[in-house]
């Protein structure tokens, strides 16, 4: 049984930061990606941005620049800092590992509920 927690998100005005926190936790052996996607009403889940075990990271293009990953390794943590935030950023953010569970063979997807981001004046 894995669990992704997610939270950070709420209600910011545009120009604004946030920071979204996801920790994993159950019968984790190890976590290969760490991510966030979001999906905007009427639209697809799209990637946010990733990163990987060895610390490769990639973004939508539609982020570069403003938003940030991170993750903290030992703690089965990632992070999305969210800077400049703008309208078109609203969605549900959700967070995602790819990990192998204790006792499994292949790594499989996991993922949160999901966080509400909503940037509006």
């Known amino acids: 049984q894995v669990q992704l927690v997610e939270s950070g998100g709420g209600l910011v005005q545009p120009g604004g930061s946030l920071r979204l926190s996801c920790v994993a936790s159950g019968s984790i052996f190890s976590i290969y990606t760490m991510g966030w996607y979001r999906q905007a009403p009427g639209k697809q889940r799209e990637l946010v941005a990733r990163?990987?075990?060895?610390?490769?990271?990639n973004y939508a293009d539609s982020v570069k620049g403003r938003f940030t990953i991170s993750r903290d390794f030992a703690k089965n943590t990632v992070y999305l800092q969210m800077n400049s935030l703008k309208p078109e950023d609203t969605a549900v953010y959700y967070c995602?590992?790819?990990?192998?569970?204790?006792?499994?063979?292949?790594?499989?997807?996991?993922w949160g509920q999901g966080t509400q981001v909503t940037v509006s004046s």
């Open positions: 995602n590992a790819n990990l192998w569970t204790i006792g499994t063979m292949t790594a499989s997807d996991y």
């Open positions: 990163i990987t075990s060895d610390k490769s990271m």
